[in-house]
């Protein structure tokens, strides 16, 4: 899979950055260049996290490891490492990689969804580079 140039130094220019909401809830992105491999065959090491003000993460896009297969034991497991934190409390199901665009798209839906459900204004009053 080849991620174009452009899109790849775009995309590192967050890594360690957090953006911060009025409420203190944050998003939280790290990003880096691995070696393609089965389970990273993009090349791209992210996690892209929203939390509360406290710092606990409510949803996460994240490759750091596998999640466990999910389907009966005549679906192929999927060898990519690529998955996502739906909720609190979720260890983490499939995410197919598509494209950086794709990812971050998925990822913004789904902070947008979490501050719509729980009234948060996605206001960013802040950024700061850890």
Request: hydrophobic share 30%; with cysteine.
């Amino acid at each position: 899979m080849v991620t174009p140039e452009h899109t790849l130094e775009w995309l590192l220019d967050y890594d360690g950055r957090r953006h911060y909401y009025a409420s203190g809830h944050f998003l939280k992105f790290e990003i880096r260049l691995v070696e393609q491999s089965g389970q990273v065959p993009h090349g791209i090491a992210y996690s892209f996290t929203f939390h509360d003000p406290e710092g606990v993460r409510l949803i996460g896009f994240d490759n750091a490891h596998p999640v466990p297969h999910t389907g009966g034991r005549y679906v192929k497991a999927k060898t990519e490492a690529d998955h996502w934190h739906r909720t609190i409390n979720d260890e983490g199901r499939p995410y197919t990689f598509v494209s950086v665009e794709q990812l971050l798209e998925d990822y913004f839906s789904e902070v947008e969804r979490i501050c719509k459900e729980q009234g948060i204004s996605t206001e960013v009053v802040n950024e700061k580079e850890i």
